[in-house]
């Protein structure tokens, strides 16, 4: 179905993202920092980016509008994915360029739905 990248630095999250998305037919590359996350994209376009907020370096919010501020990579959707959940959370992630935003834990049924709307 596509390539996604999943950029977190918990091994539990990933995994649990990683399971989820193979599930449906998705290739993941993993990166567990911001600047890891810039250098794969550099390499390889992925499809789809689902993002972790709080990252070592740089945050998910700087690298999201990074990406969202890039000619090439501006197109790729981007979900942001984070514990920090509250409304100004959220409105912030869409400020940067999210395309979506989930708080952890993650529902796996509405992360399922929203990259099959992205990239389906």
Avoid: H
């Avoid at 990166?31 to 993002?51: F, R, Y």
């Avoid at 999201?64 to 501020?69: A, N, Q, S, T, W």
């Avoid at 959707?77 to 940067?96: A, E, V």
């Amino acid at each position: 179905m596509g390539n996604a990248l999943i950029v977190d630095d918990s091994s539990t999250e990933r995994a649990i993202l990683t399971g989820c998305l193979k599930e449906i037919g998705i290739n993941i590359s993993i990166a567990t920092s911001g600047e890891e996350a810039l250098e794969k994209i550099a390499a390889e376009l992925p499809d789809i980016i689902v993002l972790d907020v709080v990252l070592p370096g740089r945050s998910g919010f700087e690298v999201c509008r990074e990406l969202k501020g890039a000619e090439n990579t501006s197109k790729i959707p981007i979900i942001l994915c984070s514990t920090k959940g509250t409304d100004m959370d959220k409105f912030w992630g869409k400020k940067q360029g999210a395309d979506a935003y989930i708080s952890k834990p993650v529902d796996q049924e509405e992360l399922v739905r929203i990259v099959k709307q992205l990239i389906g």
